[in-house]
């Protein structure tokens, strides 16, 4: 097991209040239910998932740069309100080879003008927003296949 390949699954501020944050907007499903399914489905695709949440920008970038000596074949990164605001999160990812794939589980592009500008899009590899926590499920199938 140790040595199928290792997706790190990065999830931003308020993430760990999935569930009962506004669930119209990100769905009734919590962090832990999204860990669950994507373990399971991490072992279909014979990967590993390592998956964390903080509410500190700090932390998320340190996780970043301890990708590629980590041997971590791919990000799932949810950055959450940093996706708008971070600079420091953009330059962290765009600083490691690992491939980076942003996950957000609303439509960021229909919801708020000040949700439309990702720092982070333009460094990524790819994109998926809207899906809801499908989308992780979307990632985790791309990011093995890196």
Do not use: K
Request: charged share 20%; net charge negative.
């Amino acid at each position: 097991m140790a040595d199928m390949p290792l997706i790190m699954v990065l999830n931003g501020p308020n993430l760990n209040l999935l569930g009962t944050r506004e669930p119209d907007v990100y769905g009734s499903e919590t962090l832990d239910d999204i860990a669950s399914r994507l373990e399971d489905e991490a072992r279909a695709l014979q990967v590993r998932v390592d998956m964390r949440q903080s509410n500190h920008e700090g932390h998320l970038i340190d996780w970043l740069h301890e990708c590629p000596s980590s041997g971590v074949q791919a990000v799932i990164l949810n950055p959450g309100g940093l996706t708008h605001t971070s600079i420091a999160l953009r330059d962290a990812v765009a600083g490691i080879a690992t491939p980076v794939i942003e996950v957000h589980l609303s439509n960021t592009h229909a919801r708020e003008s000040f949700r439309r500008r990702s720092y982070i899009s333009p460094v990524a590899r790819g994109v998926i927003a809207g899906l809801g926590a499908h989308g992780y499920s979307l990632a985790l199938q791309a990011a093995a296949q890196l």
